[in-house]
């Protein structure tokens, strides 16, 4: 069901979010395979997107993705490297090699299954809809058809967005897609709930607001590999044991205050 309600609430609903299964691991020699990386693990990744990879006030690269990818490889016997490359050429990037994985909220869907080595999920989430302050035309998914909206190139809320049969205006990033609302530009802009939820914690943004949760269309993020990467059963292994001892339910608990890997 599609419901509106302040955005007070998402901390409330984010609770009730369960996991599903999630892409089957690749076969191959994982240890093979991890040998050959030479101790050492690179992670593409935006390092614009709060909370999930960010530079904090020192500069320094964090987030609850890039804390992730670091327990991974520790848990692999590997060092964690990351590269910072656009949203937009992220895939590119890693089909060039110029990388081993991309740690930054990939959506886990069928047609990336078809290109990609996909791991298990470690982050679990929903749309939001974010729209000006003073806007009341967006209540139900419906509202979102002839709409325009601010989006990421080649980012799957720019898919959802058209699948909303919403026209999309492409921006270099998530702040960039709420100015493009505050300013009028655009009537919408569609995020992970997650994401929303920081950036109204930490900018105070009274100009936009969230006008609808589509907390019915869940989205589940993981690592993307090249595919037959064979390293996908020994992340997945990884994280299983992250999920066990208790190590991913910390690092969501450091950045959202609960577990949001299921």
């Known amino acids: 069901m599609h419901k509106t309600i302040t ?22 020699d994982s240890d ?19 909370p999930f990879s960010y530079h904090d006030d020192s500069g320094k690269l964090v987030g609850y993705d890039i804390e992730v990818a ?12 990351f590269a910072e490359v656009q949203w937009d050429g992220i895939f590119g990037a890693l089909e060039a090699g110029q990388f081993n994985a991309i740690a930054n909220e990939v959506e886990l869907t069928d047609e990336r299954k078809e290109k990609y080595d996909l791991s298990d999920a470690y ?40 699948g909303y ?18 300013q009028g530009r655009v009537d919408f ?25 589509i907390t019915d269309d869940k989205v589940y993020q993981g690592f993307a590999l090249q595919k037959d990467s064979g390293l996908v059963a020994a992340i997945n292994g990884a994280l299983a044991e992250l ?14 205050g609960k577990d949001i890997s299921k």
């Open 7 to 28: 955005f007070a609430t998402i901390g409330l609903a984010l609770f009730a979010l369960t996991a599903c299964g999630s892409p089957a691991a690749s076969t191959g």
């Open 32 to 50: 093979s395979a991890i040998a050959a990386l030479g101790g050492k693990i690179t992670f593409g990744t935006e390092g614009t997107y709060a």
């Open 70 to 81: 670091e327990a991974v490889a520790a848990k692999l016997g590997l060092t964690a490297e």
């Open 123 to 162: 982050s679990v989430s929903y749309p939001v809809v974010i729209t000006k302050a003073d806007n009341d035309s967006i209540k139900t998914v419906e509202d979102l058809k002839g709409k325009t909206t601010a989006q990421t190139p080649g980012s799957n809320w720019g898919a959802k967005s058209e």
């Open 165 to 182: 049969g919403a026209t999309v205006e492409t921006v270099p990033g998530f702040s960039e897609s709420v100015t493009a609302v505050a």
């Open 189 to 213: 802009t569609l995020n992970d709930a997650l994401a929303a939820l920081d950036y109204y914690q930490t900018t105070g943004d009274t100009a936009t607001h969230v006008a609808l949760e």
């Open 243 to 256: 999920q066990s001892d208790g190590t991913l339910a910390n690092i969501g608990e450091k950045y959202f």
